[in-house]
């Protein structure tokens, strides 16, 4: 039988944790989609990995870019 340890993570620099809202938190009408969100995030709030289907592609970089100029677009229409 094979015990597993909890092995500590350590991540280096500073963390941007983007997010989708549900369509009715937060949302003022003008978006079409789920509401974006993007919050600086501790170091200490991922002290453990939840592995998930869509993990690989959520930190895939053209994702990642992907989802900021999401992000952009949504700030600039909240704007007008």
């Known amino acids: 039988m094979q015990v597993r340890q909890r092995?500590?993570?350590?991540?280096?620099g500073k963390i941007i944790h983007i997010t989708r809202d549900s369509p009715t938190e937060g949302c003022c009408g003008v978006c079409r989609r789920r509401p974006i969100r993007a919050l600086w995030t501790a170091q200490s709030e991922f002290s453990?990995?939840?592995?998930?289907?869509n993990m690989i592609r959520d930190h895939d970089m053209y994702y990642v870019q992907k989802m900021l100029l999401k992000l952009q677009k949504q700030e600039k229409l909240h704007r007008k």
Do not use: Q
């Open 7 to 12: 092995m500590p993570l350590f991540l280096p």
């Open 48 to 53: 453990e990995l939840v592995m998930e289907k």
